[in-house]
Structure formats: C-alpha cells, structure tokens
T-cell receptor, first 116, second 114 residues
Framework: DTAVSQTPKYLVTQMGNDKSIKCEQN?????MYWYKQDSKKFLKIMFS???????INETVPNRFSPKSPDKAHLNLHINSLELGDSAVYFC???????????????FGPGTRLTVL | SQQGEEDPQALSIQEGENATMNCSYK?????LQWYRQNSGRGLVHLIL?????REKHSGRLRVTLDTSKKSSSLLITASRAADTASYFC??????????????FGKGTHLIIQP
C-alpha cells in the first residue's frame, strides 16, 4: 500500500485559474507538510500542519492555502495561478509535532504543476 | 534561507567504487538527515544522525557529523547502478518559539557508470 499518495501526478493549467492538489497518508502520522521543488531541484518547505497548528513559511504567497478535512489528508489549494508557480509539489508526513523535523519524513510521489 | 549545501553538485563514478558527498550547514541543528530522490520520484529517507552522534551506519551507507565544522558526509560503499539518484541533506532546527522543520540543500546528483 502506498504510504503517502498525491493526485494528480501532472497538472497543466492556465494562468489565473484556481487548482487543488490532494494528499493522503495512511501511516497514522500526526503532521503533514507541503514542499515546493523548483526547476533547479531546490526543495523548500511551504507548510507544516496538524489538526491543531499550522506553520506557514513566510515566503509563501497567501494564494496558497492548506486544507485538511481530517488527520490523514492535507490538500493544497492555489488561487490565481501564476507562471512562477510551475514546479513539483511534494506532500510529506511524519510522526513529529508540527514542523518538528525530529523524525524521518515520508514523501509522496509529487505533482508536477505547469502553468501556461 | 538555504541551510544545507551539498558538495559536489554532481558526481560520476564507476560501479563498485565508493561515493562521498558532503553537506555544510549554517546554524545549530537538532539532527541532520539524508534523502535520495530518483528521477521523477519523491524523496526517500536514508538515514538520520542526531546532533550528539558522530557517525552512523546503515547497510552500505556511512554518515558522519561534525557539529564543530557544521558539516556532514555521506559515504556509499560498493556503488551500484541503482544508486544513481540525487542525494539531499536536510537539517532540522528547533528555534524555541516554534519549530522550523526540515531545510534541504541543493543536492548532489550521483551517476554510477556500469
């Protein structure tokens, strides 16, 4: 069984659209994350989240918002997409308190977003 | 700001040789982790070394940590073609008022020539 899954795998859309990427983990972890990997493969954390606390990287535009219907899911909603949003987005989970980084993280396969 | 810096950015060796990658970081850390990313895939956790540890082994992997120099190295012994991937170090900090999670370096792209 897949531990951390994301959908869709590929997403191609026009500038200005609103889109969501879904993430689910079946590991029973408390904390989930979203990372952005740019064209140079640089990974940057966007959010750390559990059902009580959200930590937002201050460089993330407020067009990006995490939405969590339950502990096993953390979706990423993006409003008014821009060309610079094109990247690969990874969801991850761990057993840490939010943003802790004290234990290994389990990553999803990624969603390649292309904004035209 | 970027925390980890891997060196070299790219490394190509023959199968069977050992591969060594280095990582430097800037601030105090709780732990340092190494991840592997195969092309077009997600990251896979390899090994975690805590700030009070100096060396750790896992199979063909050996990680060292020197907190005085703020550096770590990952050694892969007896490399195989399947080891071809990008390798990232990631540091975990704890800032007291709130935790910062993992900060990744730019990665080392390792190519194992058959």
């Amino acid at each position: 069984d897949t531990a951390v899954s994301q959908t869709p795998k590929y997403l191609v859309t026009q500038m200005g659209n609103d889109k969501s990427i879904k993430c689910e983990q079946n590991l029973g972890h408390d904390t989930m994350y979203w990372y952005k990997q740019d064209s140079k493969k640089f990974l940057k954390i966007m959010f750390s989240y559990n059902n009580k606390e959200l930590i937002i990287n201050e460089t993330v535009p407020n067009r990006f918002s995490p939405k969590s219907p339950d502990k096993a899911h953390l979706n990423l909603h993006i409003n008014s997409l821009e060309l610079g949003d094109s990247a690969v987005y990874f969801c991850a989970s761990s057993q840490d308190r939010v943003g802790g980084g004290y234990n290994e993280q389990f990553f999803g396969p990624g969603t390649r977003l292309t904004v035209l | 700001s970027q925390q980890g810096e891997e060196d070299p950015q790219a490394l190509s060796i023959q199968e069977g040789e050992n591969a060594t990658m280095n990582c430097s970081y800037k601030t105090s850390i709780n732990n340092l982790q190494w991840y592997r990313q195969n092309s077009g895939r997600g990251l896979v956790h390899l090994i975690l070394i805590r700030s009070n540890e100096r060396e750790k082994h896992s199979g063909r992997l050996r990680v060292t940590l020197d907190t005085s120099k703020k550096s770590s190295s990952l050694l892969i012994t007896a490399s195989r073609a399947a080891d071809t991937a990008s390798y990232f170090c990631a540091t975990a900090m704890y800032s007291g008022g709130g935790a910062d999670g993992l900060t990744f370096g730019k990665g080392t792209h390792l190519i194992i020539q058959p």
